[in-house]
């Protein structure tokens, strides 16, 4: 049995946890605030409540596995309902698309609506990431990633200097398409001509499993994870800082932490780091080119009302490119909304929606308006990992295994995914490079 350190209760930080306690390690879980959960958590004001991260996930399949490989089966613990549609795209001209997810026919369909030959050019670019998907899925995803021992294939996909700017701007004239192509990379703080093309791939998993949220808030899955955490026997201290990893000869032999004041050692034959490594003096500088990719501006409302009827996402493109989710709780007769705002905020962002047809700024009877910087604070880092800073940057991410031997890294930050799914199969490397008890 090894005694195992994970730092940070985030999505990736609880996942990993969980994973190695059903091993039959020790597990200790810190994390810095009072509650577990990362951005998994839920704002609440005056009976609205709200997500305060991800109201969706792909890739069901990561976190069934997950809660199946922990303990009881997801389907006993959360209710992970698929969307459809995904989304809707509103663009300048004032044309739109509903986004189906899990159906190439559908999607087909939908895109066929904006122009003849549109919807063809679109399942043909989903079409194009089949083999890129199951290239990284087996290889890099599920696979501790190993120069020596990377298939050619990969280690050509890694080094590839085309962005994925440049491969929208080959493949679609129709900057409707580009736009629906890229938004989620760009809503995530990316440049896409810094992002590598494999980094696209979000749009071939989302035809091919679709996207799926926990009716009331995804929050629930953060809130299942935590009981999970418990059920497996590890041991979680919250407001609890993890401040360095003490190296001696080469490996990791405690976790320096700090609680109200108090300094103090907790003794780890591994170290799981699942928060940004740049917050350890001991792994800092193995990133000290890394840049983390900032969450954007986000105002919760709540209304109260008639209010237009909108599906579970809406995205409004242009600048600033607006997401507007209709997630949340609220009492009788109201909505609670979230707005993510990302680019060029001059003027308050309902004045924004207002211009876009969404005009709900006389029905608004609660408000938290949550700027990048606040979000991170509270967070103890940014769920959306590090920023892509060209197309080669694959390898800048610190993950599964790190240079100090028994540091190993899990969660955003150490994988090239964007979401809980990615988080989670970063914790399923971490848990079998550590292995069985």
Do not use: C, N
Request: charged fraction near 25%; aromatic fraction near 6%; glycine fraction near 12%.
């Amino acid at each position: 049995m090894a005694r195992v350190v994970v730092i940070g209760g985030g999505f990736g930080g609880m996942a990993a946890a969980a994973r190695l306690a059903k091993l039959g390690h020790e597990v200790t879980l810190l994390e810095r605030s009072a509650r577990l959960g990362g951005a998994l958590t839920t704002l609440e004001v005056d009976g609205f409540a709200w997500d305060a991260g991800p109201s969706s996930t792909l890739l069901p399949a990561v976190v069934r596995d997950l809660f199946r490989k922990s303990g009881r089966p997801l389907e006993r613990e959360v209710d992970l309902q698929p969307l459809d549609p995904v989304r809707e795209h509103r663009f300048a001209d004032g044309s739109s698309v509903r986004l189906p997810g899990g159906s190439r026919a559908a999607q087909l369909a939908a895109f066929e609506q904006l122009g003849p030959g549109l919807g063809q050019q679109w399942v043909d670019h989903v079409a194009s990431y089949g083999d890129t998907w199951e290239l990284l899925r087996k290889e890099w995803f599920e696979r501790p990633f190993d120069d020596d021992v990377a298939p050619r294939e990969l280690i050509a996909l890694l080094d590839r200097r085309e962005s994925l700017h440049k491969r929208l701007r080959r493949t679609f004239r129709d900057e409707r398409l580009r736009l629906v192509a890229g938004h989620r990379l760009v809503m995530d703080g990316h440049a896409l001509r810094d992002v590598p093309v494999l980094a696209g791939v979000d749009v071939y998993l989302e035809q091919r499993f679709g996207a799926w949220t926990v009716p009331g808030g995804i929050a629930a899955l953060g809130a299942a994870m935590a009981d999970r955490l418990t059920l497996r026997g590890v041991t979680v201290l919250t407001s609890t800082d993890a401040t360095d990893l003490v190296v001696r000869e080469g490996r990791v032999a405690a976790v320096r932490t700090r609680q109200d004041g108090v300094r103090a050692e907790v003794d780890a034959d591994h170290a799981v780091v699942a928060i940004d490594p740049r917050r350890l003096p001991a792994l800092a500088p193995y990133v000290r080119r890394t840049t983390p990719a900032m969450p954007p501006a986000v105002s919760h409302v709540g209304l109260d009302g008639d209010v237009p009827d909108l599906p579970h996402e809406v995205v409004l493109h242009g600048d600033p490119l607006l997401v507007v989710r209709t997630g949340g709780r609220a009492p009788a007769g109201g909505a609670a909304w979230t707005v993510l705002a990302r680019g060029t905020v001059t003027e308050d962002v309902l004045t924004w929606l207002a211009r876009h047809g969404l005009d709900v700024r006389g029905r608004v009877v609660a408000r938290v308006d949550r700027s990048p910087d606040e979000l991170v604070e509270a967070w103890g880092g940014s769920p959306h990992g590090m920023l892509w800073q060209g197309p080669r940057t694959a390898r800048t991410r610190l993950g599964p295994r790190t240079p100090i031997a028994g540091v190993l890294a899990a969660g955003a930050h150490a994988t090239t995914g964007s979401g809980l799914p990615f988080a989670g199969l970063s914790a399923a490397l971490v848990a079998d490079l550590v292995g069985r008890a």
